[in-house]
């Protein structure tokens, strides 16, 4: 239930705050007072698009907050609770709108989607509009309406999840069904590549390795003169510096004969002296090592070459070269097994075909029974809205050419309302019949019969009296008090036959002030909602004579009440 409702910055509202109640609450005004804008602020909250052209000229950016009691609705809590942790009783939504594009939405005051709000949206609210007339007349909803009416939307869910697992299971098999007719010429391919790459022998860091050997192999010549040379400075040549640190030794040695106070000793320098040799051996064996081996030069260029075209076929490197070997493998395994996974596939394909077979039998027989209680309620309910001639009948589709009805997401059935709206006249589909207030008998109807079947929390009626008037208005605020009776309704009305019914009656009104227009809503005490009433019947001047016409109205609606 729509318990409180805060409106900032949006179209001509400047700021509004209303409370609502349960029951019949009864929105009315002139013409351009704002009472649509309400709605299209609500509309926010249940999800639907933001345009900047929403917001108040001027101003930055549009609020919209709304606070809702969901107490009872464990569906919808449920819901909650698996969109991040939201628990209690209320629930509060709130949708910023920015010129700068960068809109947000809050449940409970954590940062949310459009489609999080869009999800809740459902169980919370329902706005009854022209909208929702189009809407009954497309045939794709009026299975939904059969569902919802009959109960059967927990049915459909599990025949949904059979259909689901139907189709995954062809999609399998279709794919299995492709592998095996390609088996042979993709399996040809796949050894081709997995021996192609086995041959080759491939070994992590080779390619580095192979770099390294051909960079030493090409500079031979370059790396034998530097080595010699070294070696011979230290040790080869005659004045070499092992030979001149020889006599250092000596001199060393002969100061500490006379002057044991010499701080540098002969260890440190046969130290120096013996880790020079050690170097000096290792560059004359290193240089003995090197040779020019125009053969091996010419194996690393070819084996370099290959790694290079297995690169440019299988992958960027050595490594990903031998993960798309190890996935070539897989792809040969299953092929190798897919005979036999076929015919798995095809076993389970057949047992959940029997079971969607048999749950879309079970689903259309009741649908069927509820189908008859769904027209005659509906047909009731017109009568009493003054179409005493009309009949209404939920009509099944056959297929063509006498066989099964192919299978869809909701059932096998195609469901489509017909109705007749004059003795004589054919039942015809909805959309090819019904008048613009004929259709919002028909659609006022369907809430009537759904109301005590729907989880929703809120109605909208949002001037669904288009095209009505008289005693007719008079039966329509009936139906809509009936309707309130288990839910929570607003309803934006012209009729005082219909605001006669109001538990709780609001005026919306517009005003100027240095030169911007504001909307305001005020709740009406018992006077001020008679003299309400009275304009609504009477127009800018209100009299005695629509006054006692009002009063009566009222009282008339209480009676009835």
């Known amino acids: 239930m729509l318990t409180d409702l805060y409106i900032k910055n949006f179209a001509i509202i400047d700021e509004l705050t209303v409370s609502f109640k349960e029951g019949l609450n009864v929105l009315s005004g002139e013409t351009g007072a704002g009472k649509s804008i309400i709605i299209g602020a ?14 108040r000229s001027d101003e930055d950016s549009a609020t919209v907050e709304a606070l809702f009691d969901i107490g009872g609705n464990d569906g919808l809590k449920d819901m909650l609770a698996g969109m991040g942790g939201f628990t209690g009783d209320d629930l509060v939504v709130k ?7 960068k809109n947000r939405v809050y449940i409970n005051g954590s940062i949310a989607n459009l489609g999080a709000l869009a999800a809740i949206g459902g169980p919370l609210i329902n706005i009854c509009s022209q909208h929702e007339h189009q809407l009954i007349l497309d045939q794709e909803y009026h299975i939904d309406i059969l569902d919802e009416f009959g109960g059967l939307l927990p049915l459909r869910r599990e025949y949904e999840a059979l259909y689901n697992e139907v189709r995954a299971l062809e999609a399998r098999r279709d794919k299995l069904e492709t592998m095996s007719r390609t088996k042979s010429e993709r399996e ?11 041959a080759a022998s491939l070994a992590a860091g080779e390619e580095e390795a192979l770099a390294d050997e051909k960079k030493v192999l090409g500079n031979v010549q370059k790396l034998m003169d530097h080595a010699g040379r070294a070696y011979e400075t230290l040790y080869g040549k005659e004045g070499a510096a092992l030979q001149e640190l020889k006599d250092v030794l000596a001199h060393i040695r002969e100061i500490k004969k006379i002057d044991e106070g010499l701080t540098v000793g002969e260890k440190d320098v046969e130290g120096l002296y013996f880790q020079l040799e050690d170097v000096a051996m290792v560059l004359r064996d290193y240089a003995n090592r090197l040779f020019f081996d125009p053969d091996r030069l010419e194996a690393i260029g070819a084996r370099q070459d290959l790694i290079g075209r297995l690169k440019r076929k299988y992958g960027p490197d050595i490594p990903a070269i031998l993960e798309k070997k190890r996935e070539l493998d897989r792809e040969l395994n299953g092929i190798a097994d897919a005979g036999e996974e076929l015919k798995s596939v095809a076993g389970e394909l057949e047992d959940r075909m029997q079971k969607l077979r048999e749950a879309a039998a079970v689903l259309s027989g009741k649908r069927q029974k509820a189908a008859k209680a769904l027209a005659a309620a509906i047909e009731k309910e017109i009568h009493v809205l003054r179409m005493g001639d009309a009949r209404f ?19 096998t059935d195609q469901v489509a309302f017909y109705l007749s709206t004059n003795v004589g006249e054919n039942l015809k589909p909805l959309n090819r019949i019904a008048s613009g207030g004929e259709l919002s008998r028909i659609v006022l109807a369907m809430k009537k019969v759904l109301a005590g079947v729907g989880a929703v929390g809120t109605i909208i009626f949002d001037e ?9 208005a008079q039966v329509v605020g009936e139906k809509i008090r009936d309707v309130a009776a288990h839910h929570q309704v607003l309803c934006i009305t012209h009729l005082p036959q219909i605001a006669s019914f109001a538990d709780r009656h609001y005026r919306v009104s517009k005003e100027v002030s240095g030169n911007r227009t504001t909307t305001s809503v005020a709740v009406l005490n018992e006077e001020e909602r008679l003299e309400e009433i009275a304009r609504m019947l009477g127009g800018v001047e209100v009299t005695e004579t629509t006054r006692k016409h009002a009063r009566e109205m009222l009282a008339r609606s209480r009676r009835k009440g």
């Not at 040809?188 to 086995?198: K, T």
């Not at 009948?393 to 909701?410: C, L, N, Q, S, T």
């Open 42 to 55: 609500v509309s926010l909250i249940l999800g639907d698009r933001a345009s900047s052209d929403m917001i």
């Open 188 to 198: 040809e391919l796949l050894l081709f590549q997995v021996r192609e790459i086995e």
């Open 393 to 411: 009948a939920v009509v099944f589709g056959r297929a063509e050419d006498g066989g099964e009805m192919p299978f869809h997401a909701k059932g």
């Open 464 to 472: 669904v009296d288009s095209g009505i008037g008289g005693a007719t």
């Open 95 to 101: 949708r910023v709108v920015s010129r700068g594009g």
